[in-house]
């Protein structure tokens, strides 16, 4: 993750997740639900083929942590990192420290799928505490991965960094407090934001330390350029919540149509014909299955 596409990889994965639970979320407050997922059905109930039971997010994780962890091992093509401490030194150093970081951070989150594919297709009944918990152990030891990352590296690179924390932090936190208090909206809306903020942020690092637009590199030892970095982090706090509120606008038009259109095509409810037409007020009074309003 070395390289802008390797920041760039993660950033998409972050920002996927965030709109796809800008989505939930915002469903879940239009229909006014308890629970932002709610459980499965029983597994009697449920399709008998595989790809009707397998677990999307699970699957979306684990594919995409193995993508990462191959990548860090073997991108660029003809490099190889698996090699984790140089054996023919006489003071065994430890090699490629920061890749080890990235595989270590994706191993946990291919941890979190790895659980939940198991809790939603091996377990008698689906553990949605047991979900949570791994996901937040994922976050927590990104936070954690993230603050060892920052050693031995510019003023410029630990303050992008320690920005990203910031969300980072908040989103694990939430994740812990869900485990024990669940099916809280608020902490719904919260933790979508700073997963919105983290990687529209993570966006925004790869364009600073990799590629910036005006094409001369940002300097640690400029006071504006350092400056820039929290007012342009304080307008990600703004575009995520931005994001937020047009997803929840575009998620109640869509609502809205749709209660809409099924009121419309409800065939439990049929008008009485205003015309005098005997025959056609007994055929209705024959039908069982209509109601006159």
């Known amino acids: 993750m070395g390289t802008i596409e390797g920041h760039l990889l993660v950033a998409a994965f ?8 800008s989505v939930l979320v915002s469903l879940a407050l239009l229909r006014g639900q308890r629970v932002l997922k ?58 490629f420290t920061d890749a080890w970081h990235h595989i270590t951070m994706y191993l946990f989150f291919m941890l979190s799928g790895v659980v939940d594919l198991v809790s939603q297709l091996c377990l008698a009944q689906q ?21 060892a990352h920052l050693e ?32 809280q909206p608020p902490l719904w809306v919260l933790k979508t934001w700073m997963g919105m903020v983290l990687s529209t942020w993570m966006l925004q690092l790869s364009v600073v330390m990799y590629s910036p637009p005006s094409g001369q590199p940002w300097k640690a030892d400029n006071p504006k350029d350092m400056t820039f970095l929290s007012i342009f982090f304080c307008w990600h706090l703004g575009l995520g919540a931005a994001l937020l509120a047009a997803i929840y606008g575009l998620c ?42």
């Open 127 to 147: 553990s949605r505490k047991l979900e949570q918990a791994a996901e937040a152990v994922a976050f927590y030891v990104l936070v954690l991965l993230m603050i």
């Open 38 to 95: 709610p459980p499965l059905p029983p597994r009697e109930k449920q399709g008998h083929r595989l790809w009707q039971r397998v677990p999307l997010e699970g699957m979306v994780k684990v594919v995409f942590t193995l993508t990462g962890i191959l990548t860090e091992f073997f991108y660029p093509p003809g490099i190889n990192r698996m090699k984790m401490v140089d054996w023919e030194d006489p003071q065994r150093p430890f090699m």
């Open 14 to 21: 972050f920002l996927f997740y965030a709109l796809y639970y």
């Open 152 to 183: 031995n590296k510019s003023t410029l690179e630990i303050r992008v960094h320690v920005l990203f924390l910031v969300p980072t932090f908040l989103v694990a936190l939430v994740l812990n407090i869900e485990v024990w208090v669940p099916d």
């Open 252 to 293: 109640s038009l869509w609502h809205h149509h749709c209660s809409s259109w099924t009121a419309t095509l409800d065939p439990s409810y049929q008008p009485c014909p205003t015309e005098s037409n005997g025959g056609e007020l007994d055929k209705l009074r024959a039908e069982d299955s209509g109601v006159c309003l």
